[in-house]
């Protein structure tokens, strides 16, 4: 290591500090004493507002500013550490003469880092900050054009440039609680309050920079570690979601849509500056508590069986039965013929001497017939009637042999199915579906979601509730229903009701899907004034560019 680094690193000694003040008068002491006292003071009030601030960006724009107004210097630079330790980057750069502001709340940096490594694979001790990286060394320069051992060419450069001199240089690195260096804080061009001239940073002004270095690393350190934490949670959420539409290939998408959806009404509303919501704010935290609502709402169907969220027919459970339905059918046509045939031979008449053998035509084209028409109710989309119902149970009440047992050719089972009079769920079957939010507020209410998430819960579990109070599972209404489960609701049965994934049903055009939703908050199944916003925002019309097929963007035939 060169001596001239060894010498400019060194902020100054303790004991020549005290040997100097012992030179001086009482009343010297006694302003000095003061002064470091309100050093001392104001090095606290900016510790305590470094630990408050919870945005990074701002953050490191206070490290600093304040490191800058603590030294009377005119500008600096602050380096953040890469995360394999090779490379510091820019994160702030700040000049008062030249009215730079770079980085930090102003927007990222795209000056190349510093590197620590040269091309060999030595370590970079000519660049000041690397060197300050490597070394874990303070470095303080009275003038950088006089500098010995470092390369200050890129200074100069910028000096010519911008018509400025860098001059006085004070290079802190900043250590984490495991001693590690996170950062480097590099200080330019300190100056004498009483003459306003460039001086070097004086002995306290070294110290003291040391001392707000460590705070703000610690403050840095902290707010890095409460970021990655809350974009693992985030993260980790988004798996589940993302597992839970995995789990039905006919529903995979469904929650990122429904929290896509949710946020962007929930903008929309922030921007109001009319109507309902024009006194309407969420804030940063509660947009986040929202968003993680909207994306975990459906985690309690990693509880639904499969065979019932992808339900595509009535008969539909492992398989679809429909398949069993017609092997049956086949069989007992099959029989029909060789019934025929045994009784024909027994009456001495063979095959090629009388075709009425094979002409049963009435029974066999009714079970044809039959077969045609429980394929047809099978799908779920037609209204059972009663004369339906009714055909399905005497179908059901014909024998085929299985084995040499007659059975009905329909289980009780499947009757019970097929005779479903919308849809493809029975009522039990329902159920256990609407039973996903009782059990999304079951999971959710036993996470320790911190003070600022806490409505999580609630909000995701509410997203099938009514302002009637017909809703589940709770059958909350009214003023029960707070806006955030509101808006949920609106975006998860909009979703519904354009999907063109389902394969039970075809998604609804724009123009149907908000004549339903329209129903829907006129008998208070949906917040009428949250439809009113959505409808004249065009929140639907963002949404359906994005979502939906182009057969359903009838933009002509909706009424408005």
């Known amino acids: 290591m060169d001596t001239e680094k060894t010498d400019q690193k060194k902020c100054s000694p303790e004991k020549d500090l005290i040997t100097e003040l012992l030179t001086k008068p009482a009343s010297f002491i006694r302003e000095f004493i003061e002064d470091q006292l309100e050093k001392t003071r104001k090095l ?15 953050l490191l724009d206070m490290i600093i500013e304040e490191a800058k107004n603590f030294t009377n210097a005119e500008g600096g630079t602050l380096y953040t550490m890469s995360d394999d330790g090779k490379e510091l980057r820019f994160a702030v750069v700040l000049s008062s003469p030249l009215n730079i502001h770079m980085g930090g709340t102003s927007g990222e940096i795209t000056w190349k880092p510093v ?31 006089d500098a010995e051992g470092f390369n200050f060419e890129g200074t100069r450069k910028f000096d010519k440039k911008n018509g400025y001199r860098s001059k006085s240089m004070l290079v802190v ?10 950062a480097v804080l ?34 840095l350190t902290n707010n890095r570690l409460i970021h990655g934490l809350e974009n693992l949670l985030e ?34 509303i922030n921007a ?36 019932i969220v992808d339900k595509a027919t009535k008969l539909e459970t492992i398989c679809d039965r429909i398949d069993l339905l017609k092997t049956r059918f086949e069989v007992l046509k099959r029989d029909r013929i060789i019934e025929l045939l045994r009784k024909r031979i027994e009456q001495g008449i063979l095959p090629g ?53 007659l059975k009905p050719v329909l289980t009780h089972d499947e009757i019970r199915n097929l005779n479903i009079n919308s849809g493809t769920l029975l009522e039990d079957e329902r159920n256990i579906i609407n039973n996903h939010a009782r059990v999304t507020h079951k999971m959710l209410s036993q996470l320790p979601f911190p003070k600022k998430l806490g409505h999580v819960p609630y909000y995701a579990a509410a997203h099938h509730e009514k302002l009637d109070g017909s809703g589940y599972p709770l059958g909350l209404k009214g003023d029960q229903l707070p806006l955030q489960s509101r808006i949920l609701a609106l975006a998860d049965v909009f979703e519904a009701l354009t999907a063109k994934d389902r394969p039970y049903k075809k998604g609804k055009t724009l123009s149907e899907a908000i004549k339903i939703l329209k129903f829907m908050a006129k008998n208070k199944h949906i917040d009428p004034e949250l439809l009113d916003l959505f409808i004249k925002e065009q929140i639907y019309l963002d949404y359906a560019r994005e979502e939906l097929a182009l057969q359903q963007i009838d933009l002509d035939k909706i009424e408005l």
């Open 44 to 58: 606290t009030m900016i510790g305590v507002a470094l630990s408050a601030e919870k945005n990074i960006d701002r």
């Open 235 to 268: 993260s980790f959420i988004k798996s589940i979601a993302a597992a839970i539409d995995e789990k039905s290939p006919y529903t995979g998408g469904h929650v990122k849509r429904v929290a896509g959806l949710t946020m962007n009404i929930a903008k929309k």
């Open 173 to 182: 690195p900043m250590r984490n609680h495991e001693n590690d260096i996170i």
């Open 272 to 307: 109001s500056t009319e109507g309902a919501y024009a006194n309407t704010r969420f804030n940063e935290d509660e947009m986040k508590e929202l968003r993680l609502a909207a994306w975990l709402h459906d985690v309690g169907k990693i509880t639904t069986p499969e065979y």
């Open 115 to 145: 590197l620590l490594t040269n091309t060999d694979g030595s370590p970079n001790y000519s660049n000041v900050s690397a060197y300050a990286a490597l070394s874990g060394e303070i470095v303080n320069i009275p003038d950088v054009y």
């Open 186 to 219: 590099q200080l330019l061009n300190a100056h004498d309050i009483s003459t306003g001239e460039v001086v070097p940073f004086s002995i306290k002004s070294c110290q003291m920079t040391e001392s707000l270095a460590s705070q703000a690393a610690i403050a």
């Open 353 to 405: 001497e009388d075709k009425a053998v094979f002409e049963d035509r009435n029974f066999i084209e009714k079970i044809g017939e039959d077969l045609t028409f429980l394929t047809g109710v099978n799908d779920g989309s037609k209204f059972m009637t009663d004369e339906m119902v009714n055909r399905v149970k005497e179908i059901g009440g014909r024998q085929w042999n299985e084995g040499g047992e």
